[in-house]
Structure formats: C-alpha cells, structure tokens
C-alpha cells in the first residue's frame, strides 16, 4: 500500500476517534441525565459544548498549524482530548464534566480542521476526491460505533467507564500519531492559509453556505443525539436504542461517496440536494410518530447521506484559489456556531414539550437550510459573472 494511503488510514482511525468522544453524550444521554440529576437542557449544553470553541479557532487553526506545523498541533489536539475525558471520568461535578467537554472540544476542533489540510497535502493531485470522501466518511464511523458501544460500557461501568474508554482511545490515537504519521516530503504551498479573505459576494456567499452545512449536521446530530432518548422512553433498553440509531451513521457511511459522485456525474448538486432535503424534512416529521420505525431510521441517513456531497460543492464554488484556505475558515466558523447553539435549543424544547417535538425542529431547521441554499446559488451566480467580466 502506498504511504499515502497509510497515512490517510491512520488520519481516519483518529478523526474517528473524535467523532466517537462527541457522540457519547448522546448516546448515553439518559444514564447522564439520571447520574448527575440534569435535564435535558443541560446535556443539550453538553453535547453544544465540543463544538462551540470552533466559533472562535476554526478561522486561526490553519495560520497556527501553518506557523507550529500540522503535527505538533495536531499531536496538542488529540492531548487535549484525552485531557478532557480524563476529566470528564474523574470527577461526579456537573461543572466539571462541562470543563472537561470544553477542553475535548477545543481539541476536537482543532483536529478536523488541521487533518482535512493534511490529507490535501497528501493527495494533492492525487485521487483527491476519492481521499476526501474516504476521510469524511471517519466521521459517521466514529459515531455509529459510539452508538453501539457506549450504552453497552455505560450500561455495564456507568458513565465514568464511557469516558474513561474515550481517554483511553484519544490517547491510542496520540500514540499512533507520534509514531506512525509523517508530512509528505512536498507538502503543498502555504499561500492558501495566507492568501485572501473573500470579499463582497464571495463572502456572502460562504456564510450562507456555511449554514447550510451547519444547519443540516444540526438536524442530523438531533437524530443521533436524541433519538436514543426517544426510544428509551418508549420502553426499549439503552443498548438497543444505540444500536438502532447507529443505523442512521452507518446509512449515511453507504451513500455519501454516492451522493457525490451522483452530483459530478448529473452536474445538478442543488437539484439533489432539494429533493433529498425534502426527503429528510419529511422523515424527521414522520419518526417520531410511527413509534420510531427502524426503517425511518435508515431512510433519514439515506436522505442524510445524499445531501453531503451537493453540499460540500457551494463553498469550493464560491471560491477562487487564494481565497481557499480563509474561506474555509469561515465557511467551518458558521459551521460550528449552529452546530454549538441548537443542542441547547432542543434541550429547551424537549423540556417544554417533549423529546418528540425536537425531531419537528430538526425539520423545521432544515426547511431553513435550503432559505440559504437559494441565497448562495444566487450569490455564487452573480460572483462568478462578476470574475468572468474582470477577466474578460
């Protein structure tokens, strides 16, 4: 096997790893709930908590990694995690556990947005595409195995043994790092982490893209958050519900790569992308009320899985190249800042009405989405015929 495919192996193992810290708390969210006497609202904070540090590193983590180098700042991101499940394990302190899912969280963040740098540098006109459908695809990984394997660690150990096993997997991860990952002997240019910051339509562009990636990995983290909830309360174990909901990643894992090869291949990302939003919007209304149908389960990582690749096509179309590097900073700080805010939002609305009702905002956050999908064809539309009349 060819070093770089080594290489893009041992980054998946690892991101899956952080995909597999994040998911805990949804997957053992009512043994959480009962351990520490919180309600929903706080492990809605919980789980926002991982991903709310991104608001503010996303757009400097590639300046940082440009300036230390991607390993060591790499290696400081997966420290970081095992540091905050250690934490996270060590102590029954509700305050505590936030602490420790905050430090996770900084890792976390800094870790997917240094590793997508690394595997372009690996790949760089080489099976590019290919790479980087693999390597997203770490991430449903790591979550669908959390869903099976954490209620079974919790259900036998508590919770204290569920974060333990995360520390200790983060810190398989940093050793694995250490020892095995090296940078390619030519690593592409920097000047896309110093080049320039999209301006006027471009960059109005970008955000409305980047809620559109936000808003749907919002929706999609409801249904593996708070679906094992929902189907506890209806009197099936935890384990079962985990596993049952893993379903959801591992359909999304089945029909990424297709979902983007179906884009290339029609060149209609956005018509797709409406078809399998509306799919997915209609899904998230119908699970809740035809008693958690397994079979909806894997129709939404379907529809789910569909959209990833239409999606990741607005912001690269928005952009020229020595825009790139900022822009994807941005288009990541959008990301994370609806992706930390709506955890809260459901816990809030599970409290007041229901666990069921949070899967109709999942929808309604999603109808929400193609608001900005309109807007970014439009803005993208009018940039590139503003480009093309300066070049011509």
């Avoid at 991607?70 to 499940?85: E, N, P, Q, Y």
């Avoid at 790591?142 to 997997?169: C, D």
Wanted: aromatic share 12%; charged share 10%; net charge positive.
């Amino acid at each position: 096997m060819a070093i770089r495919w080594r290489m893009l192996t041992l980054l998946f193992f690892v991101r899956a790893i952080m995909a597999f810290q994040f998911a805990t708390v949804g997957a053992i969210a009512p043994l959480i709930g009962g351990e520490f006497q919180v309600d929903a609202i706080a492990i809605g904070v919980l789980i926002g908590l991982y991903f709310a540090p991104g608001i503010v590193v996303a757009f400097p983590g590639g300046a940082i990694a440009n300036w230390l180098g991607d390993k060591r700042v790499l290696l400081f991101g997966v420290a970081l995690m095992a540091v905050g499940s250690a934490l996270m394990a060590s102590s029954g302190v509700w305050e505590v556990q936030t602490t420790g899912r905050l430090i996770s969280g900084v890792g976390g963040v800094v870790l997917n947005d240094v590793m997508s740098k690394m595997v372009m540098d690996w790949f760089a006109g080489k099976e590019i595409a290919t790479a980087m459908a693999t390597f997203v695809n770490s991430w449903p990984a790591g979550i669908a195995i959390a869903l099976l394997v954490q209620p079974l660690v919790a259900g036998s150990g508590g919770v204290f043994a569920a974060y333990a096993l995360e520390a200790v997997m983060a810190g398989i991860g940093l050793l694995a790092l250490l020892v095995f990952y090296r940078s390619p002997d030519q690593p592409t240019n920097t000047s896309v982490i110093k080049g320039e910051f999209p301006k006027g339509l471009a960059f109005a562009a970008i955000v409305s893209a980047g809620f559109v990636w936000g808003l749907f990995n919002a929706s999609l983290a409801i249904v593996f958050s708070f679906a094992p909830t929902l189907l506890v309360e209806r009197g099936w174990t935890l384990a079962s519900a985990g596993a049952s909901t893993s379903i959801v990643m591992f359909a999304v894992m089945a029909t990424g790569i297709f979902g983007g090869f179906l884009a290339d291949r029609t060149g209609r990302p956005a018509t797709i992308l409406l078809f399998t939003t509306l799919a997915f919007i209609a899904l998230l209304v119908a699970f809740p009320r035809l008693d958690g149908n397994v079979f909806i389960i894997a129709a939404i990582g379907c529809a789910a899985g569909l959209s990833v690749g239409p999606i990741m096509t607005l912001p690269t179309n928005a952009m020229v190249p020595q825009t790139r590097g900022m822009g994807m900073g941005l288009f990541y700080t959008i990301y994370y800042l609806c992706f930390s805010a709506t955890p809260w939002i459901s816990g809030k609305i599970i409290v007041s009405t229901g666990v069921a009702r949070v899967f109709d905002f999942g929808a309604a956050i999603s109808a929400l989405s193609l608001v900005f999908l309109a807007i970014a064809l439009k803005l993208t539309a009018r940039e590139k015929r503003r480009i093309r009349d300066v070049q011509g």
